[in-house]
T-cell receptor, first 114, second 113 residues
């Protein structure tokens, strides 16, 4: 079975600084990988996804993520954060061809300092 | 375009009372439908998923059940709520067949008192 680890429960970044959120996955085959963002009391919004091809994927709101098979990682990055980026971020993995949903990490809470 | 509606947004129910949360999807046919529960610090836990009308798969044994009476309707129920059922419940859908990204509703905050 697949699993996802987000090692950082909380991360604090100054506004305008760069950001990297870590995600490691465990899956036997090529995974389908996702990053979602959740504002307080809201549902999850898809930031970006990786299915195949270019290992550097671009998403919405200026986010990008890089798939590194050798490290089983799919880290999320943003060159300059804005106060509005403060939220909970979830990495997720899915098995190709399966309808049985995604497996999510426990999330990273991002705090933006002025 | 596709939209997903989930209601109610918040719910406070006494222990032992029944529960019914509803989720509907518009603008697509034959979606895969999902119920997740989110507890603080524990990420999202998949509760149920459905690939078609009347087809329900349960991921974890619990006090809850799910039904899909129509193609784009997914209902989460309980006959008698427990305190431990409190949490944030999220409905989601994906395109049927193969793996695609999931689209989420706005969630229901359930507090059992």
């Amino acid at each position: 079975a697949q699993s996802v680890t987000q090692p950082d429960i909380h991360i604090t970044v100054s506004e305008g600084a760069s950001l990297e959120l870590r995600c490691n996955y465990s899956y036997g085959a090529t995974p389908y990988l996702f990053w979602y963002v959740q504002s307080p009391g809201q549902g999850l919004q898809l930031l970006l996804k990786y299915f195949s091809g270019d290992t550097l994927v671009q998403g919405i709101k200026g986010f990008e993520a890089e798939f590194k098979r050798s490290q089983s990682s799919f880290n999320l990055r943003k060159p300059s954060v804005h106060w509005s980026d403060a939220a909970e971020y979830f990495c997720a993995v899915g098995a190709g061809g399966g309808a049985d949903g995604l497996t999510f990490g426990k999330g990273t809470h991002l705090i933006i300092q002025p | 375009s596709q939209t997903i509606h989930q209601w109610p947004a918040t719910l406070v129910q006494p222990v032992g009372s029944p529960l019914s949360l509803e989720c509907t999807v518009e603008g697509t046919s034959n979606p895969n439908l999902y119920w997740y529960r989110q507890a603080a610090g524990r990420g999202l836990q998949l509760l149920f998923y459905s690939v078609g009308i009347g087809q329900i798969s349960s991921e974890v044994p619990q006090n809850l059940s799910a039904s899909r009476p129509q193609d784009r309707q997914f209902i989460l129920s309980s006959k008698k709520l427990l305190l431990s059922d409190s949490g944030f419940y999220l409905c989601a859908w994906t395109v049927g067949g193969g793996l695609h990204e999931a689209f989420f509703g706005q969630g229901t905050r359930l507090t059992v008192v």
